[in-house]
């Protein structure tokens, strides 16, 4: 038995045994943004995904003690989530200040944190269940928006199921290192055209039909480890980094949609997207490198499979990658 075949059977069954958790709720983070009005006036955006279409109990922002609110929040139910907007006051403002979320729900691992400043200047940070509390800071330097932006890129590649996904099913067809190079090179040059080009403003595409046809670009990847496997190479064994290129605009797209939530700087948008990039594509390459050694240890293995083992790969990628599709098709109708 070959190693690609073998890599297949045991990489296809960790995606089994995570598939449940994969489908329900893709790791959607909660969101909350402050924007200030004036020196002491702050308007309020809280948003946490939505649970059997029903708002999630908890999440409660806590401002600090003598903070006077001014209109009570508004709930509504949005794509999904469950968004409520108000306005505070406090004097001497909320600069120097920290704001914590008490009650996260369990299933929500994370909550993003958007702060814009009146001067155009902007706080981004991530709040964990185990820290959920910061500090409302100061205009920061480049030093800081470089930080943060590069480490919410690592994250978000790392915690976007769908855009691993596609980068497994590529290393599961390509053939060779130097392919594999041009071919994850394509997918990245792609991705990084579209990611600016949406952030800009130069082109505006509607987030959940790209989010549908990123999942479908999965299923016919997933379909073409099938062929390959059967003895008919598809269009992505003979032209990788052709497919990985045209997938990748769309791709691209969707990383654009993470920063539309986000934000960001006013006084620094092209560090704080480049730096969003270059995160994005180290966590790639950490996935890939993860990849990499997980191939050489089981170079050591000799071990003779069921032909239904070595195909579980492909058909596990295909089923999460066509739940979404459905998932998301059916979303259209809501948005």
Known sequence: MSLRRLLRSIVGLCVLLGAAAATADEFRPGYLELRQQDAETWEVFWKLPAQGGQPRPGGEVVFPADTVILSEPRGAMHAGAYAERWRLKRSGGLIGQTVRIDGLPPDVTDVLVRVQRSDGTTQVTRLLPSEPA?????????????????????EHILLGIDHLLFVLALLLIVKGAGRVVVTVTAFTIAHSITLAAATLGLVRVPGPPVEAVIALSIVFVAAEIVHGANGRPGLTARWPWLVAFTFGLLHGFGFAGVLGEIGLPQNAIPLALFFFNVGVELGQLLFIAAF??????????????PRWIELTPAYAIGSIAMFWVLQRVVALGDS
């Not at 990499?292 to 499979?305: E, F, G, N, P």
């Open 292 to 305: 990499a050694v997980a191939a050489r240890l089981v170079a050591r293995v000799r071990t003779l499979w």
């Open 134 to 154: 910061f500090v409302v800071t100061a205009s920061a330097g480049s030093g800081e928006v470089a930080r943060t932006y590069l480490v919410l890129g690592v």
